[in-house]
């Protein structure tokens, strides 16, 4: 099974925004993007992912959050236009989770825009367990586990929560006989490291890390999936009885000097008998011909 993952894709788009929708939360996003951001993430490198990915026959593409800036409607649009007609996937082979971007404001959060646009890559099978998060893929060997950490802040503040309901339900999820027997793939867009600093767990860290991994100390083997870094990342989170592969994936649409954040996105194969990860590999955008080639993921 090859399952391809991409990130961060940050499409942008205001038209239609009226100003009193930018008088909020969404002006310090609107700044960092007219002075920043805007010079360096291109909706083309996000298309020329798509069609590498669609090239190459995946079984499975996972997308880790932050598919917008703002959150606004239209960028909703652009981002479903993308999934709908450039992965040249069913929604069986699509599984989606939010970023702190996708609930920018409370009235996204509240009103989940992020669903409302996206319910048929979050569908579960396991409808015992209530969503819309955790929500539950099995395929083949593996069990796709989707999380939300994506959680409305402050101004200047992009720190994540799993939160104690969806802890609760991620326990049930773990314990149950379809996920046990498969390799658990957990998605979500913040990862469980922290930096080393309080203060900049503070403003962009997972708050309950430590509380996921205690719940994950008992999974032989799987992965864990994640964006928000904008870079390259494998780092391993031993366990009980093994360890668990976290991998982030960069921005898809970042145009970077360094190979670690390049925009790309990271291929998993996952043997189809036993469950094993065969192999973990990312693709690096040479954004002048618009082809990838293969790049070795930094360990964290």
Same mark, same amino acid.
Request: glycine content about 6%.
């Given at each position: 099974m090859k399952i391809a993952h991409l990130s961060d894709l940050h499409l942008l788009s205001l038209e239609g925004a009226v100003p009193m929708r930018l008088f909020n939360k969404r002006m310090t996003g609107y700044m960092n993007l007219r002075f920043h951001r805007k010079s360096v993430h291109k909706p083309f490198a996000v298309e020329a992912a798509a069609a590498e990915i669609r090239k190459l026959g995946v079984d499975h593409v996972v997308i880790t959050g932050d598919v917008t800036n703002l959150a606004l409607e239209v960028e909703f649009e652009l981002v479903k236009k993308l999934v709908e007609e450039d992965l040249g996937l069913t929604p069986d082979q699509i599984s989606m989770v939010p970023g702190n971007h996708d609930t920018y404001t409370r009235g996204s959060f509240r009103g989940k825009r992020f669903f409302r646009y996206f319910e048929p890559y979050l569908a579960t099978d396991l409808p015992e367990i209530p969503g819309p998060f955790p929500f539950v893929r099995l395929r083949g060997p593996v069990a796709l586990i989707g999380l939300s950490t994506a959680v409305p802040?402050?101004?200047?503040?992009?720190?994540?929560? %799993?939160?104690?309901?969806?802890?609760?339900?991620? $326990?049930?999820?773990? $314990?149950?006989?379809?996920?046990? $027997?498969?390799?658990?793939?957990? %998605?979500?867009?913040?990862?469980?490291?922290?930096?080393?600093?309080?203060a900049k767990t503070l403003l962009e860290g997972l708050y309950d890390?430590?509380?996921?991994?205690?719940?994950?100390?008992?999974?032989?083997?799987?992965?864990l999936l994640h964006g928000h870094l904008h870079r390259r990342i494998h780092r391993t989170l031993p366990t009980a009885r093994g360890h668990i592969d976290a991998v982030g994936a960069t921005s898809a649409s970042l145009l970077h000097e360094s190979d670690e954040r390049m925009a790309g996105f990271n291929l998993y194969e996952i043997d189809d008998a036993s469950g094993a990860i065969r192999a973990i590999t990312s693709c690096k955008l040479d954004p002048v011909t618009k082809t990838f080639s293969e790049v070795p993921i930094p360990k964290g």
């Open positions: 802040r402050l101004p200047l503040v992009a720190a994540g929560a %799993l939160r104690p309901k969806q802890l609760g339900a991620l $326990s049930r999820v773990l $314990s149950h006989p379809e996920v046990r $027997s498969r390799t658990p793939i957990l %998605l979500q867009h913040h990862p469980w490291h922290n930096p080393p600093r309080l890390a430590k509380e996921e991994a205690a719940l994950l100390d008992g999974v032989e083997r799987g992965l």
